[in-house]
């Protein structure tokens, strides 16, 4: 198979196209032909060495997490799952895979890909979305008729956390860039914010949650913005918002208190498969701002890096 190849920590050069051996499906694992691979923050902070003490990879490593794609062959212990079944799915960051022709994935990290979405669009849900679900949903307590406030409203996280909040019967307010303003109105978010022009951290409105997507607030600027019991959730662990959840936890603080907290996404079978209901209902949308072929896989990464990309950038093995 054709893949791309880390043979150490680096800069973007050292992405390199290789011809590697086909991996073999093991117990409780299936091989996918990938047709699309997410390309997500992570990965090139995983390529620079800033995650070395926490992933420790074993190289040579293929990078990326989020794939879509069909099954080819299920390993031993795997049952429901046929060749040509096409499916969602999340690689151990560990282990990698994504950017590849083939990748394995374990069961229970990969759901059925809904006919609603193509695979590159499919392939964009694991991390993104996961991460924009579980931090309204399991962190956030957002309910129907509660105030959500995105900052990053255009973004791969942002773009769904508006749709997700929107879905959940929430009031949205997201902020983005002028460029992007119409974009965001068009994803359902209610009030929409040009940061240039205005400073949202500066206002007297009350949200119930606040979703740092891009994880250029903090803790101490947005408390403020927050209702009693609301929840500020930040993509980017930061020092204030260990410091408080700490104290938090330690003091038993009342419910009506102003929490923070940082999201470790766990991708899972029953939410991929959640995201994939609400696509099928109309009111999830992913939007996938270029594709890339395998041999470009540096430069996808190069524009993710760059920032201020609206949705997701995608790889086309």
């Given amino acids: 198979m054709r893949a791309i190849v880390m043979e150490a920590y680096g800069g973007s050069d050292r992405l390199q196209l290789r011809q590697m051996s086909d991996p073999r499906p093991g117990a409780g694992e299936v091989l996918i032909r990938v047709r699309a691979a997410a390309v997500n923050p992570v990965d090139w902070k995983i390529r620079q060495g800033h995650l070395r003490l926490i992933l420790r990879l074993q190289f040579p490593y293929i990078p990326g997490g989020d794939m879509a794609g069909e099954v080819v062959a299920a390993g031993a212990g795997v049952t429901g799952w046929q060749a040509g079944d096409p499916v969602v799915g999340f690689a151990d960051l560990r282990r990698g895979g994504a950017y590849a022709e083939l990748a394995v994935l374990r069961q229970g990290r990969f759901a059925r890909k809904t006919p609603k979405l193509s695979y590159a669009e499919a392939a964009t849900l694991p991390i993104a979305a996961c991460t924009a679900l579980q931090a309204l949903r399991d962190l956030g307590h957002l309910s129907a008729g509660g105030q959500a406030l995105i900052l990053g409203g255009a973004g791969g996280v942002g773009h769904f956390g508006v749709q997700i909040a929107k879905a959940m019967g929430a009031t949205v307010t997201a902020t983005c860039g002028p460029a992007n303003l119409a974009f965001v109105r068009g994803l359902g978010a209610d009030r929409v914010v040009d940061y240039h022009q205005e400073d949202v951290t500066a206002g007297d409105r009350r949200y119930d949650v606040i979703l740092d997507a891009v994880a250029k607030g903090s803790f101490r600027r947005c408390r403020h913005l927050l209702a009693p019991g609301g929840t500020y959730v930040t993509t980017l662990p ?80």
């Fill in 238 to 317: 930061a020092p204030d918002v260990f410091v408080w959840d700490a104290v938090e936890r330690l003091l038993g603080i009342l419910r009506t208190a102003r929490r923070a907290r940082a999201i470790m996404v766990r991708p899972t079978q029953a939410d991929l498969a959640f995201l994939g209901q609400l696509a099928e209902e109309g009111k999830l949308k992913p939007l996938v701002s270029r594709v890339y072929p395998l041999a470009e896989a540096a430069l996808a990464q190069e524009a993710s890096q760059a920032g201020h990309t609206q949705g997701k950038i995608v790889i086309a093995p």
